[in-house]
């Protein structure tokens, strides 16, 4: 697509629930990031993915963070167990190639709101 | 590890001036990339400019410019002739440019610019 892709939007969910945010890069883009951001703060980085495998995922704050990305194109990050302190817009990133040269293409972002 | 921080939560200009946006970063990386992204309503993150460590000349992309100063660990952000487009959150970004796998960005706390017509 013309650019990177966040859907849904927005999602409200309870508190304990599961929920799936998906990211769909520009064709071509190899690397993948996934980057937190909590209201008054900057993304905070999550996870980054070179094709299918997890480079870094250095950045998840526990196990009931996960994210995929079976097939190098198409992301998922899944949270379990949903708690109040995981509401936050959820932006996604792609690039070519190493972002540093490349350059970072970002998403609109998904805004996580756990109620 | 690193970090960045940006001490203006928010920054008023009239129209048509200038304004200078600071960021300090703290590393012990002599090899790494500066960004600055502006950030709309719409949550994208669209960059603005970007500078490599090893670089001297600072960084120009039309009406934005910066002062790094590698020493002092500073790298501000000069918008010139300010419009109302350029009202958005702003934000400075470290990305290491050492080896190995990690590839995310820093970002600071962000800065509020607003444009006064």
């Known amino acids: 697509g013309a650019g990177v892709s966040q859907t849904p939007s927005n999602k409200v969910t309870e508190k304990g629930k599961y929920v799936e945010l998906r990211c769909d890069p520009i064709s071509g883009h190899t690397a993948l990031y996934w980057y937190r951001q909590s209201l008054g703060q900057g993304p905070e980085f999550l996870i980054y993915?070179?094709?299918?495998?997890?480079?870094?995922d250095s950045g998840l704050p526990n196990d009931r963070f996960f994210a995929v990305r079976p097939e190098g194109s198409v992301s998922t990050l899944k949270i379990q167990r949903t708690e109040r302190g995981d509401s936050a817009v959820y932006l996604c990133?792609?690039?070519?190639?190493?972002?540093?040269?490349?350059?970072?293409?970002f998403g609109s972002g998904t805004r996580l709101t756990v109620v | 590890a690193q970090t960045v921080t940006q001490s203006q939560p928010e920054m008023s200009v009239q129209e048509a001036e200038t304004v200078t946006l600071s960021c300090t970063y703290d590393t012990s990386e002599s090899d790494y990339y500066l960004f600055w992204y502006k950030q709309p309503p719409s949550r994208q993150m669209i960059l603005v400019i970007r500078?490599?460590?090893?670089?001297?000349q600072n960084a120009t992309e039309n009406r934005f410019s910066v002062n790094f100063q590698k020493a002092a660990k500073s790298f501000s952000l000069k918008i010139s002739d300010s419009q109302l487009g350029d009202a958005a959150m702003y934000f400075c970004a470290y990305r290491s440019g050492e080896g190995g796998g990690a590839d995310g960005l820093t970002f600071g706390k962000g800065t509020h610019l607003i444009i006064q017509p």
């Open positions: 990133a792609s690039s070519p190639g190493q972002g540093m040269v490349y350059g970072y293409t």
């Open positions: 500078q490599e460590a090893y670089k001297q």
């Open positions: 993915f070179q094709g299918t495998g997890a480079a870094d």
